[in-house]
Nanobody
Framework: QVQLVESGGGLVQAGGSLRLSCAASGRTFSSYAMGWFRQAPGKEREFVATISRTGPRTDYANSVKGRFTISRDNAKNTVYLQMNSLKPEDTAVYFC????????????????????WGQGTQVTVSS
């Protein structure tokens, strides 16, 4: 099992930047594909970004491509989400997720593909 703790959320003006971090417990972090999802009030949780076990492969939701960057540091058991050019519509609770995978290239992008979730961190973008 793995436990996930997100941090780095907060209030930022439109056009600003934030970097979210997700720290994972355990010694097998590099066995997990990692993802970021978000849930705005009244909406379903949606995919934001995913990264493969050692990071060569990533994928993004169309709404964040070119603005957000997912990365990971397996030595620190941490995955990051760098968010630039933030918009009010990015306001949501952001969740980190982990899924154990065999392949080095798997990049899950659906809620149901992930077994482990963090508690979430609030990101609010003011206009």
């Amino acid at each position: 099992q793995v436990q996930l703790v997100e941090s780095g959320g907060g209030l930022v003006q439109a056009g600003g930047s934030l970097r979210l971090s997700c720290a994972a417990s355990g010694r097998t972090f590099s066995s997990y594909a990692m993802g970021w999802f978000r849930q705005a009030p009244g909406k379903e949780r949606e995919f934001v970004a995913t990264i493969s076990r050692t990071g060569p492969r990533t994928d993004y939701a169309n709404s964040v491509k070119g603005r957000f960057t997912i990365s990971r540091d397996n030595a620190k058991n941490t995955v990051y989400l760098q968010m630039n050019s933030l918009k009010p519509e990015d306001t949501a609770v952001y969740f980190c997720a982990a899924e154990p995978v065999w392949s080095m290239t798997t990049i899950p992008s659906k809620n149901a593909e992930y077994d482990y979730w963090g508690q979430g961190t609030q990101v609010t973008v003011s206009s």
